[in-house]
T-cell receptor
Framework: QKEVEQDPGPLSVPEGAIVSLNCTYSNSAFQYFMWYRQYSRKGPELLMYTYSSGNKEDGRFTAQVDKSSKYISLFIRDSQPSDSATYLCAMSPPPGNQFYFGTGTSLTVIP | KAGVTQTPRYLIKTRGQQVTLSCSPISGHRSVSWYQQTPGQGLQFLFEYFSETQRNKGNFPGRFSGRQFSNSRSEMNVSTLELGDSALYLC???????????????FGPGTRLTVL
């Protein structure tokens, strides 16, 4: 069993829709949770960073962490065609920089 | 501020050969991590270097090795290439404080390695 599971999609939504992306994990030691966005032929770029449980909002993006269920989510409101990319969840136990990534969900927002 | 750079961007090799990939981190960053990205497995952690020392290591065979220089630039070497080594190899740099909430990884564009 992989430490981080993520539905690969692909996910296709109309412009303006609310998008929900999810990951589950098995390691209860994970404390840091991140979402990255990766455009084609580019490296991943950090979108959201959350420590432990709770919600974090940044513009149209909201990250949620439920440690009791070992489940994290990323919500995108008012989705735009420019949001079309692959979204990767990542997590890490303390301390150090060893991150575990999901396989990524491919999202297409149709104008 | 310049981002993470990786060279070369594309590489084609044959089985049995060896390859060296290079990564220049963001100025001031002391930690460099390497990842292998494939469609089926996603991003898998190879190793992390901090101040010229390997600090963390993933679950890859010894054919995969790396090093870091005093200027924080890092190289990754793969010997005796196999077809399954075809992947996008990503380098990420961070300040390297380790265990702090604000240590963020910044990725380079990657090196696309094809093994024939």
């Amino acid at each position: 069993q992989k430490e981080v599971e993520q539905d690969p999609g692909p996910l296709s939504v109309p412009e303006g829709a609310i998008v929900s992306l999810n990951c589950t994990y098995s390691n209860s030691a994970f404390q840091y949770f991140m979402w990255y966005r990766q455009y084609s032929r580019k490296g991943p770029e950090l979108l959201m960073y959350t420590y432990s449980s709770g919600n974090k909002e940044d513009g149209r993006f909201t990250a949620q962490v439920d440690k009791s269920s070992k489940y994290i989510s990323l919500f995108i409101r008012d989705s735009q065609p420019s949001d079309s990319a692959t979204y990767l969840c990542a997590m890490s136990p303390p301390p150090g920089n060893q991150f575990y990534f999901g396989t990524g969900t491919s999202l297409t927002v149709i104008p | 501020k310049a981002g993470v750079t990786q060279t070369p961007r594309y590489l084609i090799k044959t089985r049995g050969q060896q390859v060296t990939l290079s990564c220049s981190p963001i100025s001031g960053h002391r930690s460099v991590s390497w990842y292998q990205q494939t469609p089926g497995q996603g991003l898998q952690f190879l190793f992390e270097y901090f101040s010229e020392t390997q600090r963390n290591k993933g679950n890859f065979p010894g054919r995969f090795s790396g090093r870091q220089f005093s200027n924080s630039r890092s190289e990754m070497n793969v010997s005796t290439l196999e077809l399954g080594d075809s992947a996008l190899y990503l380098c990420a740099s961070s300040l390297g404080a380790g265990g702090t909430r604000t240590d963020t990884q910044y990725f380079g564009p990657g090196t696309r390695l094809t093994v024939l």
